[in-house]
């Protein structure tokens, strides 16, 4: 009797088409079904295998049962502003988010590449119970296969500032980000895929010389060193200046966007010192602020977004400090927007 092929290790949507060639060739098939299988992924968005039927029945039952997809879509909520987060559980029992935002005629997915999160930013549902583990490149990829099916369309955008520390991951961010730009599959151009962090400048360099052609935004959120380790506890200490000068430093290298995230918070960083002292490490350098009206979180009830005048102000001196800005509007306040919020209070309801 003929030995069984071996089995597949795990989900196959983590794989580049020479990986998943090597895989199925282990189980006796062809190597122009790689390329199917990977084109039905992440070009059609076929998560399901016994969706794809370009593949023989019997291989469609086998990859079923043997390699399902390492994500299951377990709660979608739309706000009235279209954006909708989505709620995906992992094989081990643990949960992350994605997030779907329409702007006009661009969709931008955010996606996670950790459970938890190490930096613990107080404005963040995310590292309210630390990092748990990083995520797989079938995990942080699958998103977007949940993306595509809910929307019907390609998503124009990705943002990789969902749960978790990107750089912590970075090898699988890679990976990732690899299969999106993929030819044959969904052929996202690298350009429209921005990477953030809270991390080090060593850590940015470390991206910039994977020479991924993608953008980067530093979740800055303060002026100075003091303010921002109270905001950013588990960022390094010291860091504003050398963050800024690396971001400038990427910009200049990679020839891509370099971005400065500021989250505002009513009082703690919003006021027009705080703006004074922001344009102060930024004028002259190729780098954009991001302006973010504070999202409620439940578990900091005593935070609260900035006024109106507040942020209009604050946005206002930078720019004439000659700093590119842009103040962002507040999208989904009535379905936990804020990140990793759905995750925290699912998750914390399962412990009651």
């Given at each position: 009797m003929a030995e069984r092929a071996a089995a597949p290790e795990g989900p196959l949507t983590g794989d580049l088409p020479e990986v998943l060639a090597e895989r199925l060739a282990a189980m006796g098939e062809p190597p122009y079904r790689a390329r199917q299988l990977f084109r039905a992924f992440h070009a059609e968005g076929r998560l399901d295998p016994q969706s794809i039927t370009t593949?023989?029945?019997?291989?469609?039952?086998?990859?079923?049962?043997?390699?399902?997809?390492?994500?299951?879509?377990?709660?979608?909520?739309?706000?009235?502003?279209?954006?909708?987060?989505?709620?995906?559980?992992?094989?081990?029992?643990?949960?992350?988010?994605?997030?779907?935002?329409?702007?006009?005629?661009?969709?931008?997915?955010?996606?996670?590449?950790?459970?938890?999160?190490?930096?613990?930013?107080?404005?963040?549902?995310?590292?309210?119970?630390?990092?748990?583990?990083?995520?797989?490149?079938?995990?942080?990829?699958?998103?977007?296969?949940?993306?595509r099916a809910r929307l019907g369309k390609r998503p124009t955008h990705i943002v990789l500032m969902g749960m978790g520390e990107p750089l912590l991951n970075l090898d699988a961010v890679v990976q990732a980000i690899r299969i999106?730009?993929?030819?044959?599959?969904?052929?996202?151009?690298?350009?429209?895929?921005?990477?953030s962090t809270a991390l080090t400048p060593q850590r940015i360099d470390a991206l910039a010389?994977?020479?991924?052609?993608?953008?980067?935004?530093?979740?800055?959120?303060?002026?100075?060193?003091?303010?921002?380790?109270?905001?950013?506890?588990?960022?390094?200490?010291?860091?504003?200046?050398?963050?800024?000068?690396?971001?400038a430093r990427f910009a200049t290298t990679t020839r891509r966007d370099a971005t400065v995230e500021y989250v505002l918070i009513d009082k703690l960083n919003d006021q027009p010192a705080h703006a004074e002292a922001l344009a102060d490490v930024l004028e002259g350098l190729p780098i954009h602020v991001n302006l973010i009206p504070f999202n409620p979180v439940s578990h900091r009830p005593d935070l609260a977004p900035p006024s109106g005048l507040a942020a209009t102000g604050f946005a206002r001196r930078l720019a004439e400090r000659n700093v590119s800005v842009?103040?962002?509007?507040?999208?989904?306040?009535?379905?936990?927007?804020?990140?990793?919020?759905?995750a925290l209070e699912r998750a914390l309801g399962e412990d009651d």
């Open positions: 593949l023989p029945a019997a291989l469609r039952e086998r990859l079923a049962q043997e390699a399902p997809p390492a994500t299951t879509l377990k709660e979608a909520q739309e706000a009235a502003d279209g954006t909708t987060k989505l709620l995906l559980g992992l094989a081990d029992g643990r949960a992350v988010e994605s997030v779907l935002i329409p702007e006009n005629d661009r969709v931008t997915v955010c996606v996670s590449t950790q459970v938890g999160c190490p930096i613990r930013c107080i404005f963040c549902a995310s590292g309210v119970r630390g990092l748990l583990r990083n995520l797989t490149p079938a995990e942080i990829v699958e998103p977007l296969i949940h993306a999106w730009t993929h030819p044959d599959g969904m052929g996202m151009s690298p350009r429209r895929i921005t990477v010389a994977a020479d991924l052609g993608v953008n980067l935004a530093v979740s800055l959120h303060a002026p100075d060193d003091v303010t921002r380790a109270e905001l950013v506890p588990g960022s390094p200490v010291g860091r504003v200046k050398a963050l800024v000068e690396a971001a842009t103040l962002r509007t507040q999208r989904g306040e009535d379905i936990a927007a804020a990140c990793g919020q759905l």
